[in-house]
Every structure is written in C-alpha cells, then in structure tokens.
C-alpha cells in the first residue's frame, strides 16, 4: 500500500509540467496543423507564379475564428479552402510555363538588343545622314 | 568616316552593359536575402514611449508588427513569455519557459500586419522581461521552428494596494 502512494506521488509530481502547460485547445492545435499543411501547398503554387492572396486572407479569417472558439466554421472553411486549393492546382502548372516562358521570352529580346545595335545602328544612322543632306545644293 | 568608329564601339559597349544589367534584374530573385521582422509597439501601435512600469496581476496594452519577406507565404506564431531572472532568448535557443499567450497568422510574401494585444503580468518579481518570440511552421518537419528573432522589454513591476 505504502509502494502504491509513493508511486502515484511520483507519478504526480512527473505529470505536473504537463498539467501546468498552456491550455491548447485540442480543436485548435488540429486546425492550426491543417493551416500548416495548406501554407506548405502555397509556398509550391506561389514558388510557381499562383497569386495566393485570396486563400491567404481566408486563412487568417480561420485562425481568427479558431482562436474564438467557433470550431465547426473554421473546420467548415478549411473544407471550402482545401476544395479552392485543388482548383488552383490544375491551373498552377500552366500558369508556371506561361511565366517562365514569357520570362525567358523578355531576356531574350534583352539580350538581343546589342546585336540589333550593331546591325542595325550603322544602317540607320547612314540614312539619316544621306536624308539630312539629300536636298543640299554642291556649288563649285 | 561617317560613323566614327570609336563612337560606334562606345554606343555598342553601353548597349551591352545596359542588356546584361537588364537580364539579371529579370532573373534575380524577387528578394535576394529573404527575412522576417518582428517589432514591438506601444498602445497606440506606436515605436516609443514604452511602458515602464506594470501593476502585478494586470493587463499591459502593446502592439505586436509582422512582416514577411521570406519570398513565400509564412504560418507565424508570437509566443509572450515571461522571464523573472532577467534571462532573454538568443538568435538560436528560445527562453526555456512555457508561453503564456501566442497570436497565430499567416502572411503573404512583403505583407505585414500590427496585432494589438493585451498580456497578462503575474510574478513575485519587482522587475521583469516581456520576451516576444517569432515562430514559423515549417510544413517540411510538421512542425513550428524558432526563427531567433524575439523583442523584449523589461518593467518595474508595482503592487496593487487594495484600499
């Protein structure tokens, strides 16, 4: 009996951090680790060009609602957030080769203006002359 | 010579240099050395004019800044903490007590926001540390890492006298 009390003595006094922690609502830590998830899928669609403002806001409006402690709206509204974020998904891909494209497209047209300078520039600058000076009269 | 020469090699040196300019700025990172900030504010979410003293077992009004340039959405999290030796967190170990309050957010890529927020001081201490460490959730280990970027302010702390 005296073995008894002294372990459950022991294991009070180990339990007693635990029990002094913070109070993390179990409703909040699961929807905070799905906010978590969610950020991880829009770091890869903003790393491929995808404007994630609108989930963003919707985000923060779910932590708010978390937070208060309206649980089944921010559940509810992490559904609608996971349904638009599989949406966006299909379009990420083409959105990223539309941007790279039109990127590489401009340093192209970039690293082409030298070579146009150097065509080109003799060409034009002699027709300008020869126009500027077409109508001169020469008197011997 | 219609063309001079030299002017020619000038004209075209100048091109090269303004397109090879051009294509690193196309292709350079949108920030180069990405960071978050964290700021602390007073009442009225202003820098200054802190306060100095606190009432044991009240209230203090501050302010909370955030700001995200990390070139990529970021899952934050503010942990208040309370230090009574003195002791602050250092840019890679967060203080060694339990938080007492924390704000959560997320934020966009160059986006910030200001939190008003209210912490509680209780302690037997007549001086003590407000300690504001910045969290990020890291998705790759499931889990919150400490960024090493914390504010703190330390207050006289006074005794209510109950009348």
Not at chain 1, 51 to 67: F, R
Not at chain 2, 109 to 138: A, Q
Request: a neutral charge; aromatic letters at 10%; charged letters at 20%.
């Amino acid at each position: 009996m005296t073995r008894v009390i002294v372990v459950l003595i022991v294991v009070a006094l180990l339990t007693l951090p635990v029990f002094d922690a913070p109070v993390l609502l179990a409703e909040q830590a699961d929807v905070y680790i799905q906010i978590g998830e969610i950020v991880g899928m829009l770091e890869e669609l903003y790393r491929k060009g995808v404007d994630v403002a609108g989930i963003v806001k919707d985000l923060n409006t779910i932590i708010q609602l978390a937070s208060s402690g309206n649980k089944g709206e921010a559940l509810a509204r992490l559904e609608q957030v996971k349904n638009k974020l599989r949406e966006v998904e299909y379009v990420a891909e083409s959105i990223y080769i539309t941007k790279t494209v039109s990127k590489y497209v401009l340093v192209g047209f970039i690293a082409s203006i030298p070579i146009v300078v150097y065509l080109v520039l003799p060409r034009v600058y002699l027709y300008l002359w020869y126009s500027v000076r077409k109508r001169w009269i020469v008197r011997w | 010579m219609i063309l001079d020469e030299e002017v020619f090699a000038v004209i075209l040196a100048i091109s090269i240099v303004a397109s090879a300019i051009g294509i690193a700025m196309v292709l350079a990172p949108e920030i180069p050395e990405p960071f978050m900030s964290l700021g602390l504010l007073n009442e009225e979410c202003k820098m200054g004019r802190y306060p100095t003293t606190v009432q044991n077992n009240s209230f203090v009004e501050l302010c909370i800044f955030v700001a995200n340039y990390m070139n990529k959405p970021v899952f934050y999290r503010v942990d208040y903490k309370l230090s009574e030796d003195g002791s602050l967190p250092t840019n890679t170990t967060p203080l060694p007590v339990k938080p007492i309050s924390s704000w959560y957010g997320v934020l966009n890529n160059k986006e910030n926001t200001t939190i008003p927020v209210k912490v509680f001081v209780t302690t037997s201490e007549p001086r003590v540390v407000l300690v504001f460490e910045l969290w990020v959730y890291e998705p790759s280990i499931r889990n919150w890492k400490y960024t090493g970027i914390w504010n703190h302010l330390r207050v006289n702390v006074t005794v209510r006298l109950v009348p």
